[in-house]
C-alpha cells in the first residue's frame, strides 16, 4: 500500500485542454468525489520519482549550458596553482636576461628587451609576499597586459590553459597564509586542486604603475 500515492491528479496537474466535444466527459470526471477520483487516478512512488528525477537532470543540463565559463591560463609559484584570464596574457616566455633598474620598488625584476621594445618585468613570487627563488629551466615570464600597460611576470612554471564555470568559484578567505590577500580575486574549487586566481587590476597601483613608466623610460 505504500507503493501508491492517494492524490487527485487534479493535484498533480492542470486540466488540460480539451476540446468542446469532450466538455461532457470533464464535467463528469469533476463530479466524481475526492475518494473516486483518488481511486481512479493514481501514481506509483517510483513513477512520480522518476518525475521528479527528469526534472531535476533537466534543470542541471541547462545550468551547465548557462554557466559563464572562464578561460585561464594557470601557473605555480611555489605549491601553489594561480590563473589569470586568458585575454590579459600575450606571450609566454623563457627566462630571459633582466636588466636592473635603480631605485625600483623590490617586487621589480628589472626591464627586458622583448624585440625592440623595453617591458618592465615584475617577480610575482615577491609581490605575493613569497620568498625569491632562483629561476631554473622550469621559469617562465608571462607577459600581460595589466592597466594599459605591457608588463613580464616571472612565474616559477607555466601548467595549462583550462576552462571552469564561473560559478566554482568563490571569494578568497579573508586570510591566505603566506600570501598579499588583497591581489587574490577568487578561488577555484575544481574536482582534484584549488585554483587561485589573481586579481590583475589590484597587482600594480597606479602610482606603482607610473613608477614603472618612468622606469622603462629612463632605461
Known sequence: MDDFLYRPIVLLYPNPHVSNTNQNKIKEIKNLSDNELAQQ???????LNHYRRFEMTSFD???KETSELLQLVS??????EFGVDILFVQEI??????TKVPNSPDFVDGVINLRGRVIPVID???RLGMPKKEPDKNTRIIVMEVT???????????NEVLRIPKDVTEAPPELAVGLNSEYIKAVGK?????LILIDLEKILSKEESVELQTAVEVE
Open 41 to 47: 487516478y493514481i501514481l506509483t512512488k517510483s513513477k
Open 61 to 63: 543540463e541547462q545550468k
Open 75 to 80: 601557473f605555480f609559484i611555489g605549491n601553489e
Open 93 to 98: 616566455n623563457r627566462m630571459s636576461q633582466v
Open 124 to 126: 610575482l613570487r615577491l
Open 148 to 158: 594599459g600597460k605591457t608588463v613580464g611576470f616571472i612565474v616559477d612554471s607555466v
Open 190 to 194: 575544481l574536482e582534484d586542486r584549488l
